[in-house]
């Protein structure tokens, strides 16, 4: 009976110790580095993560980073996510607004930060001289 009890354990393990696909990454600010160019992740205002479908994680210093390595995983993304440039919380990508100004001072240079209204994006962009555009917008328009 223990050699059943045990089995079935084993063929249950993986279930439990994969990714929760639908929650936000959890970030270690400071020591994990960046999925794309290796830099330490430092500022959340301008974090982002790609959640693949076979539930890995791959995390980005600046939402240019991200842009860049997309193409790559394409086929495999479950789920973008963005951090909010003016509050502590992750954003779906596809929900996000996004801002991009040579006033902004991402980690990479891309000028991107994400927000979570059109409000907070049309503010940002007019104190920072810039242009308000949505995720896909964002993707097309990447370097």
């Not at 089995?7 to 580095?33: H, M, N, R, S, T």
């Not at 040579?102 to 990479?108: E, Q, T």
Request: hydrophobic fraction near 40%.
């Amino acid at each position: 009976m223990r050699y059943w009890q045990f089995a079935i354990g084993l063929l249950l393990l993986p279930i439990g110790c994969k990714a929760d696909l639908e929650a936000p990454p959890k970030v270690q600010w400071g020591e994990e580095p960046c999925a794309h160019c290796r830099m330490l992740i430092s500022d959340p205002r301008f974090a982002a993560a790609l959640t693949l479908q076979n539930g890995e994680i791959r995390k980005y210093d600046d939402v240019g980073c991200l842009l860049k390595d997309y193409a790559t995983h394409k086929a495999q993304v479950h789920r973008v996510w963005v951090r909010c440039y003016d509050s502590d919380k992750w954003l779906d990508a596809q929900q996000a607004w996004f801002v991009r100004s040579k006033g902004l001072h991402s980690p990479m240079a891309s000028g991107i930060a994400a927000v979570q209204s059109k409000d907070a994006a049309e503010r940002l962009a007019n104190a920072v001289k810039g242009t308000v555009s949505r995720f896909d917008a964002v993707l097309n328009e990447r370097d």
